[in-house]
């Protein structure tokens, strides 16, 4: 156990709507990360928040965004959901930002789109 | 756009072999880490190199950065089966606000008894 949580453990939902996945990090951590591991794509960064402000921006699509909030907790809101959005969606968290702080990862989201 | 390559994607081998797994970039990392990543779990840490030539031992594993910080490779001594899973390298990016990993394509590896 990590100590990263993430709601919900499966999502399915149709083509068109809009989900939020929610994380809670690991106690005293302050950053958190958003990561999407796909069949064809593999592992990808998507964004970092830390204490509450965006750090790093990867390959997120613009119907995605994400927030961190005061209890820094975070969510991951996905909307016009197409097929292939369909994939697994990861939280990670660290006590920073620097690198020998260890990204911790939750058990992630399954989110399929139909 | 940063890219790693790792190679090989799919390794089946025997119980007591010897094994590497070779992570390769043209862009320079600020680190590369290491992950090993069960099904339905999320990765998990193994080691992070830092400098140019360093090299780290994790008791049967060996981890090795490269000089010019580009690539990276695995060794795995005497595979046993609790060492299947998937490996994944990830370099990590920095700028003046926060950090980014770009991660590889993964090493699925099976280790038959």
């Known amino acids: 156990d990590s100590g990263v949580t993430q709601t919900p453990k499966h999502l399915i939902t149709a083509t068109g709507q809009r989900v939020t996945l929610r994380c809670s990090p690991r106690s005293g951590d302050l950053s958190v990360y958003w990561y999407q591991q796909s069949l064809d794509q593999g592992l990808q960064f998507l964004i970092q928040?830390?204490?509450?402000?965006?750090?790093a921006k990867g390959n997120i699509l613009e119907r995605f965004s994400a927030q961190q909030f005061p209890d820094l907790h975070s969510e991951l809101n996905l909307s016009s959901l197409e097929l292939g959005d369909s994939a697994l969606y990861f939280c990670?968290?660290?006590?920073?930002?620097?690198?020998?702080?260890?990204?911790?990862f939750g058990p992630g989201t399954r989110l399929t789109v139909t | 756009t940063q890219l790693l390559e790792q190679s090989p994607q799919f390794l089946s081998i025997q119980e007591g072999e010897n094994l590497t797994v070779y992570c390769n970039s043209s862009?320079?990392?600020?680190?590369l880490q290491w992950y090993r990543q069960e099904p339905g779990e999320g990765p998990v840490l193994l080691v992070t190199?830092?400098?140019?030539?360093e090299v780290k031992k994790l008791k049967r594993l060996t981890f090795q950065f490269g000089d010019a910080r580009k690539d990276s490779s695995l060794h795995i001594t005497a595979a046993q089966p609790g060492d299947t899973g998937l490996y994944l390298c990830a370099g990590e990016t920095r700028n003046n606000a926060g950090n980014m990993l770009t991660f590889g394509g993964g090493t699925r590896l099976m280790v038959k008894p």
């Open positions: 928040y830390y204490n509450g402000e965006e750090r």
């Open positions: 862009s320079v990392f600020s680190s």
């Open positions: 990670a968290s660290s006590l920073g930002t620097s690198n020998l702080h260890e990204q911790y």
């Open positions: 190199v830092v400098t140019g030539g």
